[in-house]
């Protein structure tokens, strides 16, 4: 029996997701577009993670990315904070409707990503093992890649990645919240200062609910709970 690697089982795990959405039925299944991407970085956190994005929007999200950091990024002696939460993550959340139709769009231009999209140069250095995968009634591609000149894939690349600290961001507040209040404020100010924030946009909203929850505790700093009603207003989940 064949044994591969964590990382490459990880991205055949996603490519499945990519050809069949969610549904209880297989055929049902191959009839929703869905476009996938997944990414596998040793020695980055996370390490691998993978999103599988159908037409209709349902969006599901899966790492082994390790929470210690935010653990250990304040001291609070009174934390009741697990030596350990990690281990891998799964979220399902459903996406805006501007960010799936571009995703799908990005798809078409790159011509769903049939045949090699990477660009073969040799001195170009690793950002991960990245794949691409596309799946509906009749067509199913995939295409792994470590940097791409297509431009629809260097936009696709950079979109997931983004969602990914969207959501990696989220996880880390709920941990924190939690067991380390102390840490909120740098994380609040960090989400704050970033590039990402821009980018996202409304799909910030997968940290919404633990974002209201901060907003809404008055055990929690004035500073941070204003700047997480700052994050809900700009991802306009304020109230929802």
Known sequence: ML???RGS???ICFACLAL???GPVQSQQAEIATVSFSCNFPGSNPPHYGFSVTATRQASYTSDGKLNAAKD???D???DAPSSDDGPFRMDFTLSPATTAHIFALAKVAHYFEGNIDSKKKNIASTGEKTLAYGEAGKNNIASYNYSLIP????LTTLFQNLSSAVEFGRRLDYEY???KLAL???TKRMEDTTTLQDVGPDLATAAPVLQKIADDPSVINPVRARAMRLLQHAGASGK
């Not at 629809?152 to 936009?155: K, S």
């Open 178 to 180: 939690r067991y380390q």
């Open 185 to 187: 404020d740098e994380e």
């Open 73 to 75: 990024s304040a001291s």
């Open 9 to 11: 089982r990880l991205l």
């Open 152 to 155: 629809a894939v260097q936009e």
């Open 3 to 5: 044994l591969l690697p």
């Open 20 to 22: 069949f959405a969610s």
């Open 77 to 79: 002696p009174d934390s």
